[in-house]
């Protein structure tokens, strides 16, 4: 079923979209045009930034980066470095870096444990009732 018409966010022109799209199909052409383009670069030049490629092949950062959170990078077997998250490491799969990546579980795993050691009743020498649900510790 066709949604109502809509305008195209690019370009202003009107248009019905079929599944929630938010451009019109000749926005969408183009933007199928650029990432192409942005995968030959790659090809080209496996080493290249963001940066670069968005200079290299005129491609806004923004598709870029999108390119890369789909994961088209990494279905066409091509080695493409790109900056983590967290820390700026250069890295080729996923979003953060093993060293970022294994500082944030152990983070996790922290604050898990430290949680479960403060709402055991055993801890506190006494359960919890029902006049303290909502309030914060150590206040009345």
Do not use: W
């Not at 079923?1 to 599944?19: D, H, Q, S, T, Y």
């Not at 479960?116 to 914060?136: E, I, W, Y």
């Amino acid at each position: 079923m066709a949604e109502r018409p809509r305008n195209c966010i690019r370009c202003g022109k009107l248009f019905v979209p079929m599944n929630r799209e938010k451009i019109c199909r000749n926005c969408k052409d183009a933007e199928r045009e650029m990432e192409n383009v942005v995968m030959e670069f790659v090809r080209d030049n496996p080493k290249s930034k963001i940066p670069e490629i968005s200079e290299g092949t005129g491609a806004p950062e923004a598709l870029i980066r999108r390119m890369i959170e789909e994961g088209r990078f990494d279905r066409s077997d091509m080695k493409f470095y790109y900056p983590c998250k967290k820390c700026g490491k250069d890295i080729l799969v996923g979003q953060y870096c093993e060293d970022c990546l294994n500082s944030m579980q152990e983070n996790l795993q922290s604050v898990q444990e430290k949680m479960a050691a403060s709402s055991s009743p055993v801890s506190k020498g006494k359960g919890m009732h029902s006049k303290n649900l909502g309030k914060q510790p150590g206040k009345k």
